[in-house]
């Protein structure tokens, strides 16, 4: 019988306890593939899931990873013959040699990318597009503070942006990192410290139309002092660890709109609306306007060293695993 290694999260809690393990193949069913993985994107919420901090508890023992890229090694469906590239997205199962996908799932493989960049891609430029276009509405000419600007999620936000023709003032921790964030089309690049007075001197202190933020703790609070009269502000997640508490008389003083923003979720409660995002994705990829940016590959192997490198911060772009 046929065989993979996959990495395996035994019980929730640290990423050290992950396992690299063998397991036997399974048949196919009708409209489903085989797919030989070539690549798995590395996400924030990974790293949350092993540890039973996700909003998803998956059922244990379970594989780890959200996304992959890979080649159809066996098909049951002529629409998708074998040596057919595709991006498959799922809620967990992607850090694995070989995963069977529902060919209704699959997704198509943007002209020039890498399998590292086709595995890197979903995630965090449909967490961008459901983000910045489907919830924030945004519009060409609004100024928009992109908070974690060169995390996975961030960098696709500061690219989707730049594509619809947004001003963008990117906030990154370090130097390198806001360079990284201008080399990816922000107009401004700032660091933490002096958030406020920057962003006000920035925008002649009018402020931004709309805040985008991965991050929360501190600077959750600190961004809604320089948020515009009707503004919006998107919460994308919580990298700092720490989840804030909003001091709702400010939404009421400032007319702000608070969004939260879970794009997988959106999608399972909207799906007659998925295809049509990720067409315009696909479309946006294909012109060169959204490529993601890939910091490392490193061996399925070398998981739990992937995992520190984001737990660390000191990734910009993305990470993959390559089996």
Request: charged share 20%; proline share 4%.
């Amino acid at each position: 019988m046929a065989k993979f290694n996959a990495i395996l999260c035994n019980s929730f809690g640290s990423i050290e306890n992950l396992k690299y393990k063998s397991f036997d193949s399974l048949p196919i069913k009708d409209n489903e593939v085989r797919i030989n993985v070539k690549a798995c994107g590395i996400n924030f919420p990974d790293k949350l899931m092993i540890e039973g901090k996700y909003q998803l508890k998956p059922s244990l023992p379970f594989i780890p990873g959200m996304e992959l890229s890979g080649v159809i090694s066996e098909s049951n469906n002529k629409k998708y013959p074998t040596g057919t590239k595709v991006i498959y997205q799922m809620r967990y199962g992607a850090y694995s040699e070989e995963v069977i996908a529902n060919t209704r799932d699959l997704k198509q493989f943007p002209k020039n990318f890498s399998f590292e960049e086709a595995a890197s891609f979903s995630v965090a430029a449909q967490t961008a597009y459901v983000s910045l276009v489907e919830r924030g509405n945004i519009r060409k000419g609004e100024t928009i503070l992109i908070m974690g600007a060169t995390g996975g999620v961030g960098l696709a936000a500061v690219q989707l942006a730049k594509a619809i023709g947004a001003e963008i003032i990117a906030v990154c921790s370090t130097k390198n990192k806001q360079n990284a964030a201008i080399k990816a089309g922000a107009k401004f690049a700032i660091g933490y410290k002096n958030m406020v007075n920057n962003v006000k001197e920035i925008t002649k202190n009018e402020g931004v139309d709309i805040i985008y933020d991965p991050v929360g703790g501190e600077y959750f609070n600190n961004s809604l002092k320089v948020i515009k009269w009707g503004g919006k502000l998107l919460v994308i997640g919580f990298a700092s660890g720490t989840i804030p508490t909003l001091p709702i008389n400010i939404a009421l003083i400032k007319g702000i709109s608070i969004i939260g923003v879970r794009a997988g979720e959106y999608y399972r409660q909207f799906p007659k609306l998925k295809t049509n995002s990720m067409n315009n994705l696909l479309r946006i990829a294909n012109k060169g306007l959204i490529t993601p940016i890939i910091h490392d590959a490193l061996g399925l192997k070398e998981v739990i060293k992937a995992l520190k490198k984001i737990e660390n911060r000191e990734v910009i772009g993305r990470l993959v695993l390559k089996p």
